[in-house]
């Protein structure tokens, strides 16, 4: 199982699976098959591989300034990490890959191996579990799609499932921070929708339950991260209260 418990770790991993990727691909293909962004979306809406680059380029950056907290010289990553940089952009997506691919040539792959190793580890989170709460979270999604909640509530519900999803899709990128993040999204959208929830029936609200056991589950998976977090807990708080929910979130806002 691939370990991502630093940000070396993270972009030795990215690394080692774009460096196994056809020559004839576009570099842009190479990325989207990498970062998980799906080829329809990658041929309609760009903007989702910018975020994923953008994404590998700030955890690039982490991994320089850590490195420069050790005691290894800087000749020995830097210039690496540099050049993983420059094939980590929204230049040249159309290019082919076997163009580029040599910038992922084995004396890079074993500078991130050292950096990998000297860097302390961050907590690890169970992969199963994280796999397993996206099967539930796409599970839910196919009940909402069939049900007959009010536009508001299903889209408030919807959107929080993807905020769930996709700060478990980004954990191979940017490690356990993404968990913290989504706890803060999750309750923003969730104030900033206080007025659907407050319209929903009784049937809508038993449905919501569902979308917010989710949560819970989240926070378990990943607890080192959040457990110590006001709004993470202040949000499952709240959540847990079911169907009194309505009114606790108009009560945040008066």
């Known amino acids: ?10 972009i ?27 080829e329809k979306a990658l041929n309609e809406e760009f903007h989702l591989l910018y975020q994923k680059l953008g994404m590998v380029r700030s955890e690039l950056d982490l991994l320089q300034e850590l490195m420069k907290e050790t005691h290894l010289s800087s000749e020995l990553y830097e210039p690496y990490i540099i050049r993983i940089k420059s094939i980590v952009t929204v230049k040249n997506l159309e290019a082919a890959w076997g163009n580029f691919k040599n910038k992922l040539q084995s004396d890079t792959i074993l500078a991130l191996k050292y950096c990998s190793d000297i860097l302390p580890s961050e907590p690890n989170i169970d992969q199963n579990e994280l796999e397993k709460i996206l099967s539930i979270i796409n599970d839910i999604r196919l ?30 990128i940017s490690g356990g921070t993404v968990f913290k993040k989504a706890f803060s ?15 929903a029936t009784d049937v809508e609200l038993k449905t919501s339950t569902k979308v917010f056991g989710v949560w819970s589950s989240l926070k378990v998976a990943g607890e080192e ?23 606790a979130v108009l009560g945040l806002l008066t």
């Open 143 to 172: 009940e909402l799609e069939s049900s007959s909640l009010s536009i508001g509530m299903y889209k408030f519900l919807i959107s929080q499932l993807s905020i769930m999803e996709n700060a478990i899709q980004s954990y191979p």
């Open 225 to 247: 991260f959040v457990k110590a977090d006001r709004i993470a807990n202040a949000f499952i708080g709240l959540i847990s209260k079911g169907h009194a929910i309505a009114g």
């Open 185 to 199: 999204d999750g309750f923003a959208d969730l104030v900033a929708h206080a007025d659907d929830i407050s319209k």
């Open 12 to 38: 030795l991993n990215i690394a080692n699976q774009a460096v196994g990727m056809p020559d004839k691909l576009s570099i842009g293909e190479v990325w989207g098959r990498v970062l998980g962004v799906d």
């Open 1 to 10: 199982m691939n370990d991502f418990t630093n940000p070396a770790k993270r």
